[in-house]
């Protein structure tokens, strides 16, 4: 063996070598030499320095020791059972334990060299610390002279923020005076508009006067002929019921008559008849019979008269009873209607003394307000409202419930101040289902009104606005021009009020309103006094305790009643129902009694009758009388018929005269109510005029007051105002120049708007916080400068070189933490790739085993299972197997290490002991066939035939003499 050329090829990033660089070592006898060459095997260079650069550069480890195991080793490894020597060998064999140690190595270091680094970065630290506050002092000192210099600007600004100041005054006198003069034209066009209102309005008030007072004619014409028609109607009316009575006498009168003529006619048969049966012993009979028959009729008389009076005395008592019971329940139902009242009434008391906006508009008027809450930026200003919860009672109480009635629906309502912010409330109302919302424009920029001491009525009586307390100016104007509640008095009783209202004449007076509720006011000469309405809830009281326990114990006294009234009624119901079966008797037995009497009257009267027919003498001049009586009857019954027929006749005529005159009169009526319609609505039409009229002279007159009394002197005032304000400028700019020039402020950009005494706090606030500064720091900023520069000189070397050794450090570390990745891998790899190659090579022989390597125990253990073995156990210690299979595991195990590993020479000695000669030629063949497959140089040394071996071009066989030959 002279030599042996192993190539290396590695890719090269220096043009000189090209895409490859090939490394040719050559070994020898006596020497080595190493050679390189580029792509094209021209040999470049020769030198070790630069192969070694290469190394580091590709991080390339060549060092590859020579592992040897001799015979007894090998046999101490095969005869071992301790799996953690097998690790050892394994963990060597496969140089993992090598790199290992290196990279322990190099991790210990680099430790040891950030040690040093953190002792050496100490010994800067206390200048570092130095420095730091060095930075800090300039930092501020820095500051301080920028908040110097802003404090002289400030004093500019402060200078001609008083100038400025006073032009925003000026802007917004200006703007107010514009608006002032602004409503004089507006205030004589109102005036104009009324005045045209009045003389309109008077006009159309005379020629409606004119002809209200034609119709009036002509309607007093239509009265009295209407009521001609009506006493006519009348007369024709009792004249056809005079008709109708006279024919229903005549009726009754001709059917008595026929009557009699029927009971004639059935007396003469009776006479027949009983003179054919006439005897003495009848006789006796009968008058026997007429007394029993008298007797029993009196004491039936007696007896029903008896039960007429018990019955009539029952019958009373139930009706008394009876209307005592519906007395009693329209008690019951007055009670209840007014306790529901009081409990309602104490409901909205708590519920208003919960929330009191909840007062003027319930439930709804909370969900309008969120909606407000939630849309305030679409209102110009916010809406006030509602009205009540702004407004509070001055003295108590006492006036709360004239005061709600005089203002009424107005305490819900809610003011805006444009036509803008009005659509936007309504439209919040219908979001929060508030469609009736009343809303009331007007000008929150308004000041308090004032109203003089002429205009409102002069009484010791107080007006709604005299007991009225707001801290919103904007409500207070609006009751007073809405409502006009300074010329509505209020009275303590219903005489006090007529005595203000009708008999003082006071002027300006509008309405007066009692504490009982009542309203009273006059328009001209009519008086009109309004009934209290019914309870209402005082929204206005300042607290509710008093009325809350008054009303429940009188909810407490009425529920009482209630009970006391039901009990009552449960036992004049119990007494009426134990009268019933009694008033069921007494009808029942009052029936049947009658019943009887009737027919033992009628039975006395035919006995009678019977009786006088058999005591007459001649009955034959009886019967005579009897047919002549009948006879005369049927002669008048005709007449009176005649008679009758006539009367029909006029009571036709009667009864059509009497229909043409009510037709008459309803036609009369209906063409009459069409000119009636006319002069009522005429008549309406002119109250309404004549208040039109009385309202648009009132508000022609509340704007000449307003012209006269707010609008012309506000405008003085305010030019007033704005004149000394112009003087006060130019003396503030005067001042202001001598400061500085206005140049140097309008540079700065535009003005932010702040004023005299916000710049005057700040400028104190600065000047305290240099003084309390300036107290602790004695040393100039220039001093602290040149300090810094000497000790960041000092240490910044220093400095420099720690921090380009702990960025070295840094980028070693993270190389060894790589590498330490990169070594996990590769140790579970070769775990398997030695697995894969020892069963590969049991294989051949038909035996499979496993290895299993556990680098956290350090361990390795071998498991081979042997084909003939019939338990599928596997022997998990070599020493349980023969010489031979020992030996081929062994064979096995080495081969898969040397799959896993590159050596440039191989060599194994004795390696087929204690094999048979099949074991032995799997052996051979394995073992030539992996020397051919790697491409290595391997020498076998066998005491064994090998003749077997196949041969090839690159196999050479040597076979030494016997020792003894």
């Known amino acids: 063996m002279n030599s042996l050329p192993p190539l290396l090829a590695r890719r090269n990033p220096r043009e000189s070598y090209g895409d490859t660089l090939v490394i040719e070592r050559r070994i020898s006898h006596s020497a080595s030499s190493t050679v390189l060459k580029d792509h094209q095997g021209r040999k470049i260079s020769n030198r070790k320095e630069e192969l070694r650069e290469l190394v580091e550069h590709y991080n390339i480890d060549v060092e590859n020791p020579c592992v040897i195991m001799s015979q007894d080793k090998s046999r101490e490894f095969l005869h071992s059972g301790n799996d953690k020597d097998k690790f050892k060998f394994f963990y060597k064999a496969t140089l993992l334990q090598q790199v290992d140690d290196l990279l322990l190595g190099v991790d210990t270091k680099l430790k040891a060299a950030s040690s040093l680094m953190d002792e050496l970065e100490e010994t800067i630290k206390p200048v570092e610390q130095e420095i730091s ?152 009979q009968i008058e026997e019979n007429l007394s029993q028959l008298k007797l029993e009729a009196e004491k039936a008389k007696a007896l029903l008269f008896s039960l007429k009076e018990e019955e009539k005395m029952v019958t009373e008592k139930a009706s008394v009873i009876g209307k005592e019971i519906a007395l009693i329940e329209d008690t019951i139902r007055d009670r209840e209607k007014k306790q529901r009242s009081i409990n309602t009434h104490i409901n909205d008391l708590k519920k208003h003394q919960t929330n009191k906006v909840s007062a003027f508009g319930g439930d709804r008027v909370i969900t309008l307000l969120r909606a407000i809450e939630r849309h305030h930026r679409k209102f110009k200003m916010p809406p006030i ?153 005082t929204r206005l009281c300042a607290y509710f305790d008093d009325q809350i326990k008054d009303l429940e114990v009188e909810a407490s006294n009425e529920e009482s009643e209630i009970q006391e009234r039901r009990r009552q009624k449960r036992e004049a119901e119990v007494n009426l129902e134990a009268l019933e079966p009694q008033m069921r008797r007494l009808k029942r037995q009052c029936t049947q009694l009658e019943k009887d009497l009737t027919r033992k009257e009628l039975e006395l009267q035919d006995l009678k009758n019977s009786v006088a027919a058999e005591t007459k003498a001649s009955p034959t001049s009886s019967l005579d009388e009897l047919r002549l009586e009948i006879t005369n009857s049927r002669e008048e019954i005709e007449e009176k018929e005649s008679s009758l027929q006539k009367l029909q006749d006029c009571l036709t005529e009667a009864e059509l005269k009497a229909n043409e005159l009510k037709a008459a009169y309803e036609n009369f009526i209906e063409s009459a109510k069409s000119k009636v319609d006319v002069f009522e609505e005429a008549e309406n039409e002119l109250k309404e005029i004549e208040t039109g009229l009385e309202s648009a002279e ?31 400028r130019q003396e503030s700019n005067e001042k202001a120049s001598i400061i500085c020039p206005e140049s140097e402020i309008t540079a700065l950009g535009p003005w932010d708007g702040s004023t005299p005494a916000q710049l005057s706090d700040e400028i104190n606030r600065i000047n305290h916080r240099l003084k309390r500064e300036s107290d602790k720091y004695s040393e100039s900023i220039d001093d602290l400068r040149v300090t810094l520069e000497e000790k960041e000189h000092k240490i910044g070397r220093k400095r420099r070189t720690y921090q380009s050794f702990r960025e070295k450090l840094k980028v070693c570390k993270d190389a060894v933490d790589s590498r330490w990745k990169k070594l996990q891998l590769n140790k579970y790899d070769t775990a398997s790739m030695l697995t894969w190659g020892f069963n590969k090579r049991l294989g051949k022989k038909g035996i499979s085993g496993q290895i299993k390597v556990s680098y956290e125990d350090k361990t390795l253990s071998i498991e081979v299972k042997m084909p003939q073995d019939a338990s599928s156990r596997g022997v998990r210690d070599t020493r349980g197997l023969s010489g031979g299979e020992r030996s081929f595991s062994t064979l096995g195990f080495t081969l898969a290490l040397h799959d896993m590993t590159e050596a440039s020479i191989r060599a194994m000695d004795e390696f087929d002991v204690f094999m048979d000669a099949v074991s032995r030629k799997i052996s051979l063949d394995t073992l030539v066939d992996f020397a051919l497959e790697k491409g290595s140089q391997w020498m076998f040394i066998t005491p064994h035939d090998i003749s077997m071996v196949k041969s090839h071009e690159r196999i050479k066989k040597q076979q030494m003499a016997a020792p003894r030959s």
Request: charged share 30%; with cysteine; net charge positive.
């Open 385 to 537: 409202g509602p009205v009540g919860a702004h407004v509070t009672l001055v003295n108590g109480n006492k006036w709360a419930s004239a005061v709600e009635q005089a203002l009424g629906n107005l305490l819900n309502a809610f003011i805006v101040t444009n036509h803008q912010d009005l659509i936007t409330l309504r439209s919040c109302g219908k979001e929060a289902n508030y469609n009736n919302l009343k809303i009331i424009i007007y000008d929150f920029s308004r000041p308090r009104l004032t109203i003089p001491r002429h205009m409102v009525p002069q009484t010791e009586h107080p007006t709604i606005l005299s007991v009225l307390n707001s801290e919103n100016h904007t409500v207070l104007n609006v009751l007073v021009d809405v409502m006009g509640v300074e010329r509505q008095v209020l009275a303590e009783s219903y005489e006090v009020g007529k005595t203000v209202a009708f008999e003082r004449r006071l002027p300006h007076l509008k309405e007066v309103f009692t504490i009982d509720g009542y309203r009273m006011f006059s328009r001209g000469p009519v008086q009109t006094t309004l009934p209290p309405r019914g309870r209402r809830p």
């Open 698 to 728: 009132t508000d022609k007159n509340h704007y000449e007051d307003v012209m006269k009394d707010k609008v012309l002197p506000d405008i003085k005032v305010a030019e007033a105002k704005h004149k000394e304000l112009q003087a006060k």
């Open 133 to 284: 506050e060095l930075l800090g002092k300039i930092k501020t000192m820095e500051k301080f002279e920028e908040i110097y210099q802003q404090l002289q600007l400030l004093k500019k600004k402060l200078a001609w923020s008083w100038v400025y100041d006073v032009d925003r005054e000026l802007k917004e006198q200006s703007e107010k005076l514009m608006k002032l003069r602004e409503r004089v034209p507006t205030c004589q066009d109102k005036i104009d508009q009324k005045l045209g209102e009045v003389e309109s309005l008077r006009e159309k008030l005379t020629n409606k006067k004119a002809q209200v007072t034609c119709l009036m004619d002509e309607s007093t014409a239509v009265k009295r002929e209407i009521e001609c028609l009506r006493q006519s109607v009348k007369t024709a009316t009792r004249e056809k019921v005079a008709l109708e009575e006279d024919h229903r006498h005549k009726c009754s009168n001709i059917q008595r008559i026929k009557d009699r003529v029927v009971r004639l006619e059935r007396q003469i048969k009776d006479i027949d008849e009983m003179t054919i049966r006439s005897t003495q012993a009848e006789q006796s």
